[in-house]
């Protein structure tokens, strides 16, 4: 029994002890006053025997490093810094824990000296190492402390009562806590130290999501919230002012006014209401399935947390971002949106979160893939830079518009993306040669999607006999048959890809127009020449082939050189008009699902 009374009242007095040694450290060695003009902060860096685990194949200490190098010597511009290490000296000792440079101490060339040569040693008495980075703070400014915590506390100390006791001797005082551990025992009493002091808590479980965490503490330090005003709080019964009696006369009426007097005088006083418990962060884990049943996404993934509550602009408020594949976020009890986005697929939760109760949340994303390809009427694979995808919803609005979901989409690529239907617009080169397509996308499976495309590479001549040289300072415009314009361009050789159907062109030189029609077979790449020596088109056979009557008769065109009845264009096609609603020859798609 005897031997339990000591544990326990060693469990007690740690934290005043830690209190204490901060203070003795603070007289022992006077920190320099920092610059006033910036905001003093201080590192807490662990390291403890657990900072020689890894982080995948790198271990923590030298994450930890890697991004204080990047980081310090640019901070240290804005912030007067100093360092605490804990853990570095001894195997096993809870006093391990050392001040080694003051706020304003800490730069760019101090940093490797004090840092560099630290391994991984000993115990982690985080409780001593924050209270004495909390003793530095000068009189009456705040301070920011940043502990860098590769796992828990392992002396013994209750790190929400020495952060509340830090809290209430430095108003000023913020710790933030960027945390190296993956386990939700440890993560606990951690976020409780930040919550406790206003400070920011981050869990990162890879050197990015560290890195990024880095970035916002000190974002956060640099830049404070402005505290909010405080509430006026009613005065307590027995500071309250009591009242006068009212003017009596008379012996008995004086005694009267005397005995009530005396009743309130002695009337019993209720204590001040208690003040409510602060709320503790809560760890929440994510982790998401490609499909019900299926594989645990290992990477790819992000993770957003919102409030649940839209602000008064419709908007959610982001709360935090996390790019591991199994996060852990720390966060207050209430209700949140979480959005896991993978790739092009992604899902969003509702989840509540309980005081006092840890949550895991798994998320079946119900991935699909879908790879896309483009072949010419050959069979001949289209070259890639002429190529374009657009992924498109499945669903048409009242207008007959659909939402684009990707657009210029990469040949042969594998995107990611919510199993169920979608159209695909596929075009080849920069005019009409377009394709149109519906697909389906199962989830766990890869869809390969083969699309035909029946256009044909048309160059265009301004010559002034044919086989001539083409002409320079050449206007050109292509229309379709029903008088639309599909492409305007100018120059000797201009050349684009056009789909399969009749078509007219119009080049414009020297104040002249000249004009020629002619038809596209799938794939039938051509040249087209267009004759100065055929004659200038007349005014009325140009405004005809611009605005063509709505319902023309096929053969029955006027260009130049044509006769009335004639049903053959000057290349031998036919030159009968194309509808242009007509659906593109052969437009069909091959599909081969197949497993990743």
């Known amino acids: 029994m005897r031997g339990k009374f000591f544990a326990v ?10 209190l204490g040694a901060g203070t003795a ?60 290490a804990f853990g570095h000296r001894k195997e096993s000792n809870c006093a391990d824990s050392e001040i080694l440079a003051k706020p304003g101490a800490l730069d760019g060339g101090s940093y490797a000296k004090l840092l560099g040569g630290i391994k991984p040693k000993g115990q982690a008495p985080i409780a001593a190492a924050i209270s004495d980075a909390a003793s530095l703070a000068a009189d009456g400014k705040p301070l920011d402390v940043v502990l860098i915590a590769g796992g828990a506390d392992t002396c013994d100390a209750d790190l929400c009562v020495t952060a509340d006791a830090l809290k209430q001797k430095t108003k000023g005082l913020r710790i933030h806590v960027l945390s190296l551990s993956g386990k939700t025992e440890e993560l606990q009493p951690l976020a409780c130290v930040a ?29 404070p919230t402005p505290p909010s005003e405080p509430v006026a709080s009613a005065a307590a019964p027995e500071q309250a002012p009591i009242a006068a009696p009212a003017p009596v006369q008379g012996e008995s009426a004086i005694k009267k006014s005397a005995g009530a007097t005396a009743a309130q005088r002695t009337l019993p006083v209720s204590p001040p209401p208690a003040e409510p418990e602060p709320q503790r962060p809560v760890p929440v884990s994510f982790e998401a399935l490609v499909t019900e049943g299926g594989a645990k996404l290992q990477s790819g993934l992000i993770w957003r947390v919102y409030n649940a509550k839209a602000t008064a602009d419709g908007q959610f408020e982001l709360i935090s971002t996390h790019r591991e594949s199994n996060p852990t976020a720390a966060l207050l009890p209430g209700e949140y949106l979480v959005n896991a986005a993978y790739g092009l697929s992604n899902l969003t939760k509702k989840i509540k979160v309980e005081s006092g109760r840890s949550l895991d949340e798994t998320f079946v994303l119900n991935t699909g893939g879908l790879a896309l390809r483009a072949i010419l009427a050959s069979g001949e694979e289209c070259p890639e830079e002429s190529i374009r995808f657009d992924i498109l919803s ?14 210029d989409a990469k040949p042969r690529a594998v995107i990611r993306l919510n199993a169920g239907a979608y159209h695909i617009e596929s075009l080849y080169g920069d005019a009409n040669a377009s394709v ?11 869809t390969e999607a083969t699309i035909k495309h029946t256009g044909a590479k048309i160059t265009f001549r301004l010559v002034q006999k044919l086989g001539g040289e083409a002409l320079a300072n050449t206007k050109w415009t292509i229309l379709t048959s029903a008088g639309d314009t599909v492409k305007s361009n100018a120059g000797a050789l201009p050349t684009h890809i056009l789909a399969a159907g009749s078509y007219a062109v119009v080049a414009d030189h ?30 009325e056979a140009l405004k005809a082939l611009l605005n063509p009557p709505e319902a023309p008769t096929p053969g029955t065109g006027t260009l130049a050189g044509e006769g ?21 020859l052969n437009p069909g798609t091959l599909f081969r699902p197949s497993t990743p």
């Open 564 to 584: 009335a009845g004639g049903a053959m264009g000057f290349d031998g096609f036919s030159s009968r008009p194309a509808d242009p609603n007509a659906p593109l």
């Open 436 to 446: 149109g397509v519906d697909v389906t996308v199962e989830p766990g499976r890869v």
């Open 510 to 539: 020297g104040g002249q127009s000249f004009t020629r029609r002619f038809s596209i077979e799938p794939g039938g790449d051509k040249q087209i020449e267009v004759a100065v020596q055929d004659g200038p088109t007349s005014p």
């Open 394 to 407: 499945d669903e048409e609005d009242q207008f007959g518009k659909r939402q684009t979901i990707l657009a």
């Open 9 to 18: 009242l060693k469990l007690l007095l740690l934290p005043a002890i830690f």
């Open 195 to 223: 919550a406790a002091t206003g400070g920011k808590f981050v869990a990162a479980t890879s050197e990015t999501a560290f890195k990024d965490g880095l970035d916002m503490v000190f974002g956060a330090i640099a830049n």
């Open 25 to 84: 450290a603070a007289e022992d060695t006077p920190a320099p006053a920092p610059d006033p003009d910036r905001p003093a902060a201080v590192l807490v860096f662990d390291a403890s025997k657990p900072m020689g685990d890894k982080i995948g194949e790198t271990a923590k200490i030298d994450v930890v490093l890697s991004a204080l190098t990047e980081a310090i010597p640019g901070q240290a511009e804005q912030l007067s810094l100093g360092v605490v």
